[in-house]
Structure formats: structure tokens, C-alpha cells
């Protein structure tokens, strides 16, 4: 099992991690159930895709509040 982050606005690859770690030491106990169905997928061999949000598109967001309204930051 595997688990891999991309950035949710422009779908770069931010991280994997190929070892074994269960969902506590991960923080995903800390999200809503919401924030889970947005934010995980499920492989059916077991690996986690999480939707995160890469340095470059939080720091566009930052500069840029209103980019908030828009499904993809970066086109």
C-alpha cells in the first residue's frame, strides 16, 4: 500500500510514501468524514491518493485570495 499526494488545483506530484502507515499517524483521524470524501481516494490494490495543495498554488492563493473561487489555480 502505498500513498500518494497531489496538488488538487494544477495535479502535480507533491509526495509518496511506499511503507505501510495506518490513518492515525497520518492525521487522516483528524478529518471530517467531508473532508475525507474530498480529499482521499482508494485504489482497489489499497494505495490512498490525497488531494493536498502544492507550495506553488498556496502561495498563488495567498496572494490571491479570490482565486479561492476557482476550481483550478493554475490552467
Request: one cysteine or more.
Amino acid at each position: 500500500m502505498a500513498i500518494h499526494y497531489q496538488c488538487r488545483h494544477c495535479k502535480m506530484k507533491i509526495g509518496e510514501i511506499e511503507q505501510h502507515q495506518d490513518a492515525i499517524s497520518l492525521g487522516f483521524d483528524q478529518l471530517t468524514s467531508q473532508e475525507r470524501t474530498d480529499m482521499l481516494t482508494y485504489d482497489s490494490n489499497g494505495d490512498i491518493h490525497v488531494d493536498a495543495i502544492c507550495e506553488d498554488c498556496h502561495e498563488a492563493l495567498v496572494r490571491n485570495p479570490d482565486l479561492y473561487e476557482i476550481d483550478n489555480v493554475i490552467q
